[in-house]
Every structure is written in C-alpha cells, then in structure tokens.
C-alpha cells in the first residue's frame, strides 16, 4: 500500500503560521492531484486545499479566506500547505491524500482519494 508522509503540524497561536509538507517515498507525486483535508473532533473530514500535477488549484473558500497556499516543489517531491493567520477553529488533524488525476472527481470528496497519509495535528490556541 503505498503511503504519504505528513509532517510540519504543531501548536501556533492564533494569528500564526504553519508550514505542513506531504511526501511519498514509494511513488512520484508529480504525477498525482494531492488534497490536503482535515478532520476536527466530531466533524467529518473535509477538503481544504488541492492541487493537480498541471498546478491547477482549488481551495475551499469558506475554510481557507485567503490564509492557506498550497504548493509543489517537484524536485523534492512534496507538496506543501502554508497556512497563516491561523484560528483556534482550525485545529485538526492535517491529511495529505493523492488520486490519479484523470476523470471526473469532486476534489474535496475525500472517497475519490487512493492514497493517505498518517495526518498531522494542528493545534491553535493561546
């Protein structure tokens, strides 16, 4: 099964910034739309931010407001969430997920994704 690598979580206080970072050992992720989702204690997972192999990119308007920029850096094969202005509200646990980017998918429909990482909390609080 191959497997994504998350890292780059922590504590921040509010107003902060993270920089969180998806990696695979096993396979390229150039080749691949890569999804970071988060799940919050009794919420259900959902899509923040993604990123085709093209560099076509979605976010999710509503959680993100201009504070996250996703990113590649194909060389080193990672793919990045830059998160700033960070609120206790997104506190969570960061999962990086990949999926072939052929055919039609809902990008935040965390189904249509093959691969997933372990995740990587994200705690915001004074």
């Known amino acids: 099964q191959l497997q994504l690598v998350e890292s780059g979580g922590g504590l921040a206080q509010p107003g902060g910034s993270l920089r969180l970072s998806c990696t695979a050992s096993e396979f390229s992720l150039n080749d691949y739309t890569v999804t970071w989702f988060r799940q919050a204690p009794g919420k259900e997972r959902e899509g923040v931010s993604s990123?085709?192999?093209?560099?076509?990119?979605?976010y999710d308007t509503n959680t993100v407001r201009g504070r996250f920029t996703i990113s590649r850096d194909n060389a080193r094969n990672e793919v990045y969430l830059q998160m700033n202005h960070l609120e206790p509200e997104d506190t969570a646990v960061y999962y990086c997920a990949a999926r072939p980017p052929n055919g039609r998918y809902v990008w935040a429909d965390h189904s249509e994704y093959n691969y997933w990482g372990q995740g990587t909390q994200v705690t915001v609080s004074s």
């Open positions: 990123m085709t192999p093209r560099g076509a990119i979605m």
